[in-house]
């Protein structure tokens, strides 16, 4: 087949040819549009957790594109864990206010601009004065003089939308990594914007440890959104994201090639637009084959040995390390950490720094207490095909 015409779009937050198996969530934010537009603000925020490589970032691309195709105003945002300790990550929400102001096809926004970045410049003003303060009791005060900042900014913004019929939507990646301060800080503006009628709505996305994190930000999170789990795409989901996309441009795949690739990504939407991608560039007829499938899923998961798997692997630790060898060996899945400790030896305490360190590295994660599962699909494979020996890698 042709390289150049190939279908599939295997990345980081990259539109595949085909949201599959998404209807529920598109449609659920849908509402929330149609029912601003009625007048009706008595709504929650959406918030999505799961894997890496389900498709989260995908699907507020696509809630964002949806909003804006109604004229509200969007702010698109990712956290990063980088930048705990610092104004980092508040300074460039700033911007992103600004950016979305200017970039606003809203009338209403439009005729207000001039006053409403005046409003932005002032919270960064705030932000920046507040960073240079490090005694404890002014951390205090920073804490304070943030929820207020930013609960005056909002309020700015969605001012020229009251009684519009449009809304503001803060679409926030990676949520799980912004420090404590910042994200208790925009829950408590989410509050204030149910409390007071602002036209105002976070949709965040994350690690399935996301709900919790937020439960412990403020008691009241877990009543200020809709949570959803976002997890692998049902066969037919899966099949559909694989077969649309090859027969829009004159292929097909024949039975067991589609079954042997569904089955071999589990799945998971980005490993189905790699192994898309691969037997698309594979196969010399028009019909996949079996043999296609087979060569497809050994060259994707060479593909994926080479970048998706290390990059989480690399950045840890050689005790890090041992510790996820040691969850492979407990078993697939969700697994006990007291198994972890028995393969390993030796005292809890003296893993639980690694432990720790993993989880805030975001290569683990506790689904429940007192267990223990990889964030990245397949981790625990390629652990075993190239993490078996103390010095590789």
Known sequence: MDPALNPYNPGSGLMPPLLAGRSSELERFDTLIIRVGMGNLANRGLVFSGLRGVGKTVLLNQLRHQAEQHNWLTIQFEGRSEEKGDAGNHLRLAEEFERALLRSRNQRIKKSLNSLLPGVSSFKVQLLGAGIEVDFSSQNRNSV???????????????????????????????????????????????????DGWPFFIIGAGLPTLPATLSSARSYAERLFDYRV?????????????????????????????????????????????????????????????????????????????????????????????????????GQGVIETSDVIASLGGAYSEWSVARASLIKKGAIYAPERGKLAFTVPGMARFIERHGADEGER
């Open 145 to 195: 003089t943030l929820e207020i900042g930013l609960s005056n900014l909002v309020e700015v913004v969605v001012e020229p939308l009251k009684g519009s019929g449009k809304g503001c939507a803060l679409f926030i990646d990676e949520m799980q990594e912004l420090e404590p301060q910042l994200l208790s800080s925009l829950l408590a503006v989410q509050h204030a914007a149910h409390q």
């Open 230 to 330: 976002i997890g692998p795409l049902s066969e037919e989901a899966a099949r559909l994201a694989l077969a649309q996309p090859a027969e829009k441009c004159g292929a097909r795949y024949s039975d067991p090639a589609v079954e042997y690739l569904i089955d071999a990504a589990e799945g998971y939407p980005f490993f189905l637009q790699v192994f898309g991608q691969q037997i698309w560039d594979i196969a010399h007829e028009k019909e996949f084959s079996i043999s296609d499938a087979q060569e497809a899923v050994y060259r994707g998961f060479e593909h994926l040995d080479r970048g998706f798997f290390p990059s989480r692997w690399d950045r840890a630790t050689e005790k890090e390390r041992r510790y996820m060898r040691a969850m492979v060996d407990a």
